[in-house]
Every structure is written in C-alpha cells, then in structure tokens.
T-cell receptor, first 112, second 117 residues
C-alpha cells in the first residue's frame, strides 16, 4: 500500500525534552511538509522540503528542526525552545506537478 | 498576497438537509489549483477534489458538488442530503508556486460541519 506513515499516534513528553516525530512515505514524492494544528484552528506550515538534503522554513519554524537525508523520510524534532509544543502534527507529501498533498494520520503531542 | 477565506466557522444541520460550504480565495497567479479536504474526527486529512484555474466546469461526485466561479473568486462545496458521516472539518486550499517551481498550499481555517440525526 502506498501512503504516509507517522509514528507514534500519541506522544507524551516532559517539558524541556526534545522529541522527534517520524514521517515516512513510499509515494516517491520529492516534496514533504510538516504542519501544526491547534484545536479549532487551521493548518500552519512548520517546514517543508522540496528535495533531499534541502528544506525551507514555513510560517512557524521557531523551536523546530528537520532533516531530509532520504527521499522517504522527513523527521521533525520539537525542541525545548518551542514554547507551546502541545498540538496535533501532520506530515504530508506532495505530487509536484499539481500540488495535491497526501497526509499521514498525524501525531498528537502532549508536553507537560 | 495569496489568501483563502472560509467565513463559516461552524455549521449545524439536520440529516438530509443540503448544506453549502463557502470558500473565497485571492491570488495573483493566472495558473493555480484549488482543493477541498475533509478532516474527520480521527484527524487525518482526506483529499476530496482538485480544480485548476482553467476549468470552471462544476463537478458532481455522488452527494458532493463543487461550484467554481472565477468571477467571484469562489469555490463552494455543497453536500446534498447530508448524513451523519459527513460530520467533519472541511478545508479549502489554494496552491501557489513557490521557490523552485514547487507548489505550497495556502489553507483556509476550515468549516466544522455537524450533521445531527
């Protein structure tokens, strides 16, 4: 089955700890995206990557970091510098020519 | 600047009613794409439709239909004979050409639809 996997579905961390969210795709898409969604809110772009070994900041990149060492993988690290990390995080990949994005099931992160 | 406005934050209907979700967009691009996604309570976004800027034909898929009007910069979504399973948050999005000729999506804030039995 082609698609995007995110793990884990639920993640709990103590304040001050870095945490890495996994995102893997087997759709052979070049572009991948990380979004943050807060309750009752839309999607806000954190980082995106158009090609391996390259990525750009989105609208709310502060306190986050990413890497893109492989086409299939785009992990997101939520650092201790992120002031309000509790949120729902969605990863997506994009079919370049038409912009349609395919989403993973999301990871719900709770930091206490 | 590119922008997508979904003015209806929440809509509540009774099953079997028809409901229209509004989407208004702003763009300077002459070539662009518009999308609708559904987000059920499970959280994963589900693609519903893509429409390019050169195709203003309305589209119907079962109980779903979409009305694209460039003259009013709108791409409205209608659900006919709504069902409880249609309860979800619906997002409208606009693609813009970013650096390297790749496309990012500009998202509306979503409309939360509740269909009550």
């Amino acid at each position: 089955d082609g698609g995007i996997t995110q793990s884990p579905k639920y993640l709990f961390r103590k304040e001050g700890q870095n945490v890495t969210l996994s995102c893997e795709q087997n759709l052979n898409h070049d572009a991948m995206y990380w979004y943050r969604q807060d309750p009752g809110q839309g999607l806000r772009l954190i980082y995106y990557s158009q090609i391996v070994n390259d990525f750009q900041k989105g609208d709310i990149a502060e306190g986050y970091s990413v890497s893109r060492e492989k086409k299939e993988s785009f992990p997101l690290t939520v650092t201790s510098a992120q002031k309000n990390p509790t949120a729902f995080y969605l990863c997506a990949s994009q079919s370049t020519w038409d912009g349609e994005q395919y989403f993973g099931p999301g990871t719900r992160l709770t930091v206490t | 600047a590119q922008k997508v406005t979904q003015a209806q934050t929440e809509i509540s209907v009774v099953e079997k009613e028809d409901v229209t979700l509004d989407c208004v967009y702003e763009t300077r691009d002459t070539t662009y794409y518009l999308f609708w996604y559904k987000q059920p309570p499970s959280g994963e976004l589900v693609f519903l439709i893509r429409r390019n800027s050169f195709d203003e034909q309305n589209e119907i898929s079962g109980r779903y239909s979409w009305n694209f009007q460039k003259s009013t910069s709108s791409f409205n979504f209608t659900i006919t004979a709504s069902q409880v399973v249609d309860s979800a948050v619906y997002f409208c999005a606009l693609s813009e050409v970013g650096a390297g000729n790749n496309r990012k999506l500009i998202w509306g804030l979503g409309t939360s639809l509740a269909v009550n039995p």
